[in-house]
């Protein structure tokens, strides 16, 4: 992606925390097609907190392994109570990625990444 791991870090942790926060974001194709494994890791780390919880276990280990990832405690918070129990069923593939198009200013293909339901 043409940036220093760093950069590159933060950017998968902004892109995942906003995900998760709202659900579904727009950006690059690239950028979402990137983003999307480590967001589909993090739904597997707060299904495994969850099922933890039904089965009366700490899911402390789970929830800080988020934690480190994501950039907002509340968002963490809302993973595990809330996006967490609502795929409990689902095998996998909890995220879509949706072309959109290029992008108006400089053509850049752009893609909505969201949650499924």
């Given at each position: 992606?043409?940036?220093?791991?760093?950069?590159?870090?933060?950017l998968?942790?902004?892109l995942?925390?906003?995900?998760?926060?709202?659900?579904?974001?727009?950006?690059?194709?690239?950028?979402?097609?990137?983003?999307?494994?480590?967001?589909?890791?993090?739904?597997?780390?707060?299904?495994?907190?969850?099922?933890?919880r039904?089965?009366?276990?700490?899911?402390?280990?789970?929830?800080?392994?988020?934690?480190?990832?994501?950039?907002?405690?509340?968002?963490?918070?809302?993973?595990?109570?809330?996006?967490?129990?609502?795929?409990?069923?689902?095998p996998?593939?909890?995220?879509?990625?949706?072309?959109?198009?290029?992008?108006?200013?400089?053509?850049?293909?752009?893609?909505?990444?969201?949650?499924?339901?």
């Amino acid at each position: 992606m043409g940036r220093s791991s760093a950069h590159r870090r933060a950017l998968f942790r902004n892109l995942m925390t906003e995900l998760f926060r709202h659900e579904r974001i727009t950006t690059t194709h690239a950028k979402a097609l990137a983003a999307r494994s480590e967001a589909e890791h993090l739904v597997t780390i707060a299904k495994r907190g969850y099922a933890k919880r039904e089965a009366d276990e700490a899911d402390v280990h789970e929830r800080r392994l988020a934690a480190a990832l994501l950039t907002d405690g509340e968002v963490v918070r809302k993973l595990f109570d809330e996006i967490a129990p609502r795929l409990a069923e689902r095998p996998g593939g909890y995220t879509r990625v949706i072309k959109l198009g290029p992008r108006q200013g400089d053509g850049a293909n752009m893609a909505l990444l969201e949650i499924v339901e």
